[in-house]
Each structure stands twice: as C-alpha cells, then as structure tokens.
C-alpha cells in the first residue's frame, strides 16, 4: 500500500513539472548557439557574458516558441584565440566548423572576433547555411561589403555592431567640434597592425587630409607592442593635438601610461581601445588613463539612458557579472540573442532562408536604440538618434568615471583637457 | 637624442630579460625555456601579495623574487636534473614547465588589462629636451647595478667562483670538489630570481599578461644568441646592439617592423657566427 502511495506521489509530482512552462521548454530539444570567441580578450568575454546573460533571461522566461512549442537556448563557446598575436587565423576557422559540426550549433553568434578570421569564416558560414551575427571586435567595412556584393553566398551572415566607417564619422564630428573650441589642427595616428586598424586609420589619414587637418604622422604597431615612446615622442616633436588611437591590445594601457608620464600635450582619442573600456581602467593605471577618450561603438557599454531597456541592461549585467559592460561587445552581444530569438519565433521554425528572411525585418527597440538591419548589407542601420537607428558612444575618463561624451543625444557630460594642455 | 636615450633604456630591458637566461645557460647548459613564464608569474606573485593581501609593495617584491627562486630550484631538482644533458629534452621539458604556468595562469583567470604594479617613482624628468619617467631612469640604474653585482658576485665569492668553473669546464670543476648538480640548482635559482627581477622591474612599465612570458622568452633567445650563449658580457653587448636596432628601425623603418628585429638578429647570427659574439661553444668547430 505503502509503495503504491509512493508511485502515485511521483507521477503526479512529475505531471506537475511537465505542466509548468519553463520546465517544458527546458524539457525540449535545446537550440544550440554556437559563439566562437577569443575568450581571454575583452572583445571575447564581454560577449560571451553578455550572451549568457540574454540567454539566462529568456530561458527564465520559458524559452523560444519554435512552431507551437517551447524550447531553450544552449551556450556553446569556443576560444578561437584569435585576438591572440601569432596565432593563425585557422584556429578561428576551426573553432567555427567544431561549433557547427560537432556542437551541432544552430545558429553561431558573436565571433570571429578579429576581422580577418571574421572575413575568412564567411565561405565557411555559406557551406553550412549557418546564420551568424557578428556581435564583437569584427569592424571591417569590407563584411557587409561583401554580403551586399555576393547576398546569395553570405546572406547567412550578419552584423549588430557598428562598424569603421560609422566610427570614423562619429570621431571627426569631435575632433571638428575641438578644432572649434580649441582650434587645434595636428592629428597624429596611432594604429595596431591588424586589418580593421591599419584600414581605419588610412581612412582617418584621407578624411583628415580632406577636411583641412594636418595629419603629423601615422604609426602603425605591432600586436603584443610594449613600448610606444618613439611614437609619442614624434607626435611631440610635431606638435600634435590629438593622437588617434585605434588598438584593441591590451598593452594600449602602456602606450596612455606613457602619454601620462610624458606629459604629452595631445589629446588622447581611441577607438577599440580595448583598455580604456573596462571599469578596471581607472585603477590599472593608477589614474593615469584620466582624459582618455574611447569610442565604444554602441550604447550600453558605458552607463548612459539611451533608451529605459539600455541601464536595465547596465545593472542586470553588473548584477550578474559583478562588474560593469566593459567592453563593446557586451550590448551588442545581448542584443544578437533577444533579435535572433524574435527572428526565430516569427519564423516558427529554425530553417536558415527562413530565419535570414525574418532577421531582415528586425524592427525593434533595444539597448542601443532602434535596431533594423540593412537589408542588402545586414549591417545594423547606425543614427545619432536612439530613435531612428542605433546609437554609438563616445566615453572620456573623468575623474575615476566613464562619462558618454558623444553623441549630444544620450551624452551625460562634455570633453575636458588634462591640465597640461589648458591654455 | 632621443634615440640614445630610449636606445640605452630599451637595450638595458632587454639586458635585464635576458641575463637569467644566460646564467643559467653558463653554468649548467640548461636553455631555460620556462624563463618568460618565471618572468611573468613573479609578477602576479607580486600583484597577489600586494593588492590581494595588502603587504607592503617593497616587501612583496622580495618575497615573490624569494618564492621564485625556490620555484626555480624545485623545477632543477625535479625535473630538468632528470633530462640533464640530454638537449632536445632540456627544451621540451622546459618549455612545457612554461607553457604550463602561462597557460595555467591564463585558465586560472589571470586576463586582461587590470594586472598592473606601480613604479617605484612618479614623475618624470627632461634629459636634453626629451621627456623621460623616473621608472626607466631607474631600470637604467637597476640594470647597470645587477650586472656589476653579478660580475662581483661570480669574481669575489666562493659560490661565484665556483659558478665560474662550472661554466668554464664542468669535469675540471668536478675534480676540484664542486658538486656540479649542486651548482646547477644554485644557478637554476639565480637565473630565475633574475627573471623575477626583470619582471618586478620592468612590468610597472605596462601590464602583467600572459602574453609577455613568450615575448620576454624570445627577446632572451634573442639576446643571448646574438651575444654568444653561455655568455653573460656577450649578452649585454647583444642587448645594445639589439635594443638600439630596435628603437632604429622604429624610427627610421616604423614600429611594425621592430618586432622583427630579434628574429632577423638570431637568423644573421645563426647564418654568419652561430657561436655569437662571445660564444665559446661552437668556435673550434667553426674554424675547422
């Protein structure tokens, strides 16, 4: 009698479970995403996070309606230590097809992180029909490009961030605001020689040229560079105002280290500058990085309130993690999850043509503003307004604090000169 | 001016990377190839003593340049003795002690930017017009400092004399009573205190990441093939002429090519004088 009061108890306890919506979704064949990712670089981790955190949430939430049923998303990461120096980009390569072929990935997000492993696993993306959203590092105009150039081969492939060009505007409408207040003229480059870097800055070196500023020099450095005096000493020499900076190694904290000792009088302005990003900043350089200015690509990845989803995003994230978004995959990388899974939904089914379809009329507000992608391209539609398209950010350090600088719109403070340089 | 000022701080670096390779090489022909790593992992010792537990930096430096050495030791007596003489296992076991701790330090979560020591002194000073940091007028003081104290310490003290012999003949010394695994462990001790130096010494400079274990390693190689291996005054000649190549080719071909300049020196060495500069070990081959 005993025994059979005990079986009753269980069938019943295990129809309740069955009954309850998260439980069935998470009994459901899961949706693998699959996230290549350079996971000892901030480009790689900061993505990585803020897809776990999505993921998290969602299947809190009960999952993903595929067709009438529920089913929950799986994480699946892979270091394609391509953010590495040295390292060939076929070990990225091979993270991607291990992620497909033997994770069995449904959809692969995030990485490649650095832009030419991006850029040689887009035939790959096309074989296996395999939708991907680049959502960290990759900002090589050339990956739209070449989708809006060859849509059927590499309609699979997707970008959420913004990308060089975007940048590059976005920081001569600075620079041409400092040159009114503070009339300066002298730009001096500083690039890492990686491919998104050495074509941004040549880009920066021609619209400069274009708009009237006297470029004083270009440099270009190798990945894993320790010493930058020779370089800094000739933007002195050349009495330089701002120095550009376009480098996501972590040594890019040397080189503001140096610029701090020197005291040199230019400003400091990067972009992927993986240092300066992080929450750590501050306390790595013993205060020494104040005044760095750095281009985060999207909003989010510093706190501002672009839209209401964008300090939810911030505190739910620094809840989870235990530290601020800190770099500028982390919006972004949580945005790729929550757009992918509306795709999907509205798709009823995880069939590449048909998710591709439903991913191109992505209309949806987000952390970092409107979100829709260019339908030739699938390059995110960037704006100055959270409203209209996807909004960057520009942040300067400030007394120990990440200030948004640019754009006007979500800005919560103005760019400040280091006392060296007021006149 | 401005490059004979950077020249000398940068070929001092490298003189202080490399002298631990170097004597440990002299002495017991180990090719320490975890040498980065030591590099490296005093470095973190250090961060953790100070930052973590809130020792006193001075006093974390020494104990982490102490644990070190031990460590140095430990890997001579454990392992590298077991594989002694034999060349190509001497590297393979040593560079998979290294690959070991970086890697492992890596996995441990020791990632990013957010590793840093302070310099010993803020500020910064002009010499002749050029802006300089106290931090690398000091690495200039510390570097010319360890080498006079290791040329006093390997001509004036029993330890160093006998260190000495080892280099010079390994049988002639074992005839003359000098326990040569005892040496070894002694110089094996000493090569990686040297690199826990270098590594306290030069890391407030930029951050501690694993990384810089494999580049320190190179440059070492570097230095000390260029130099003569074994040789510890060829070593620091090779670090001038290396380092001022660098900050040359820096300024007159762009920094990107500054990374090859360590490869390029061990390829011309190896091509026109493989024994290097001051190297003893190939010479009678190559005149024959």
Redesign the interface.
Same mark, same amino acid.
């Given at each position: 009698m005993k025994a059979r009061y005990l079986k009753v108890m269980v069938v019943v306890f295990a129809a309740v479970l069955l009954m309850l919506p998260g439980s069935k979704a998470l009994a459901e064949k899961p949706i693998i995403l699959g996230c290549p990712l350079s996971t000892?670089?901030?480009y790689g981790?900061d993505a990585e996070r803020g897809i776990k955190l999505a993921v998290e949430e969602i299947n809190a939430n009960g999952g993903v309606t595929v067709g009438g049923e529920k089913r929950p998303f799986e994480v699946e990461v892979i270091d394609t230590r391509d953010l590495?120096?040295?390292v060939p980009v076929s070990e990225a390569l091979l993270a991607v097809e291990k992620l497909i072929l033997d994770k069995k990935a449904d959809f692969i997000l995030g990485g490649p992180v650095r832009s030419e492993a991006a850029l040689a696993a887009m035939p790959l993306l096309s074989k296996y029909k395999k939708i991907s959203i680049l959502s960290t590092g990759v900002l090589t105009p050339k990956y739209t490009a070449m989708v809006a150039k060859e849509y059927d081969k590499y309609k699979y492939c997707f970008r959420i961030h913004g990308e060089a060009g975007q940048l590059v505007g976005e920081m001569f409408a600075n620079f041409n605001e400092l040159k009114e207040k503070y009339g300066f003229n002298n730009l001096f480059i500083i690039a890492q &020689?990686v491919s998104h870097a050495r074509g941004a800055a040549n880009v920066m070196n021609k619209v400069a040229l274009k708009k009237g500023w006297n470029v004083t020099g270009l440099?270009?450095?190798?990945t894993?560079?320790?010493?930058?005096?020779?370089?800094l000493?000739k933007a =002195?020499k050349t009495n330089s105002e701002i120095i550009n900076i376009w480098m996501d190694m972590?040594?890019s904290?040397?080189l503001l =280290?140096?610029w701090y &000792?020197? =005291?040199?009088p230019a400003l400091p302005f990067g972009s992927t500058l993986?240092?300066a990003e992080?929450p750590?900043?501050w =306390?790595?350089? &013993?205060g020494k990085g104040e005044y760095t200015l750095c281009n985060v690509v999207n909003a989010g990845n510093a706190p501002c309130d672009a839209t209401p989803w964008t300090m939810k995003f911030y505190n739910a994230y620094a809840k989870k993690w235990g530290v601020e978004p800190e770099g500028l995959g982390s919006s972004s990388s949580y945005m790729a999850v929550y757009v992918l899974r509306d795709a999907i939904e509205r798709a009823g089914t995880l069939d590449s043509d048909k998710v591709v379809s439903e991913l191109e009329k992505t209309d949806v507000e987000s952390v970092y503003g409107r979100l829709r992608f260019d339908p030739k391209s699938h390059q995110v539609i960037p704006s100055l307004d959270p409203k209209e398209g996807a909004v960057g950010t520009i942040l300067q350090w400030q007394a120990g604090k990440r200030v948004v600088v640019f754009p006007k719109s979500i800005a919560t403070g103005t760019i400040k000169l280091p006392p060296w340089m007021e006149k | 001016m #401005?490059i004979l000022i950077?020249g000398t701080?940068?070929s001092i670096a490298l003189a202080l990377m490399a002298l631990g390779f170097a004597l440990v090489y002299g002495i017991s022909r180990v090719p320490n190839f975890a040498h980065g790593a030591l590099y490296v992992i005093t470095g973190f010792i250090t961060w953790s003593l100070s930052r973590t537990l809130g020792f006193n930096y001075l006093l974390s430096i020494v104990l982490a340049i102490v644990a070190i050495g031990v460590v140095g030791a430990l890997i001579y007596q454990f392992i590298l003795i077991r594989v002694r003489g034999m060349a190509i296992s001497e590297i393979i076991a040593s560079y998979a002690i290294g690959l070991a701790i970086l890697e492992g330090l890596?996995w441990g979560g020791f990632?990013?930017?957010?590793?840093?020591l302070?310099v010993f002194i803020e500020?910064?000073i002009n010499i002749w017009d050029?802006?300089v #940091?106290l *931090?690398r007028v000091l690495v200039v003081g510390i570097g010319a400092a360890v080498v006079a104290l290791l040329w006093l310490f390997t001509h004036y003290t029993r330890v160093g004399l006998a260190l000495r012999g080892m280099a010079q003949d390994e049988r002639a010394a074992l005839m003359l009573g000098i326990d040569s695994d005892i040496m070894a462990l002694v110089a094996m001790a000493s090569g990686a205190m040297l690199a826990g130096l270098a590594g306290v010494v030069l890391l407030p400079?930029?951050?501690i990441?694993?990384?810089?274990g494999? #580049?320190v390693l190179i440059q070492a190689i570097a230095v000390c093939i260029v130099g003569g291996l074994g040789s510890w005054m060829g070593a620091v000649l090779a670090a001038f002429l290396i380092g001022f190549a660098q900050?040359l080719t820096?300024?007159y071909l762009?920094? *990107?090519f500054?990374?090859v300049v360590a490869l390029l020196a061990i390829i011309l060495t190896l091509i026109l004088r493989p024994s290097g500069l001051f190297g003893q070990q190939k010479e009678l081959e190559e005149r024959v």
């Open positions: 000892a670089f901030l981790w590495e120096p040295g &020689d440099e270009i450095y190798p894993g560079a320790s010493d930058f005096s020779m370089g000493l =002195k972590p040594e904290a040397i =280290k140096q &000792d020197m =005291k040199l993986a240092a992080q750590g900043f =306390k790595a350089t &013993d | #401005d950077y701080i940068n890596r990632k990013g930017t957010t590793y840093t302070p500020g910064s050029v802006p #940091d *931090h400079l930029g951050n990441v694993v990384e810089k494999y #580049d900050i820096t300024v762009g920094p *990107h500054q990374m």
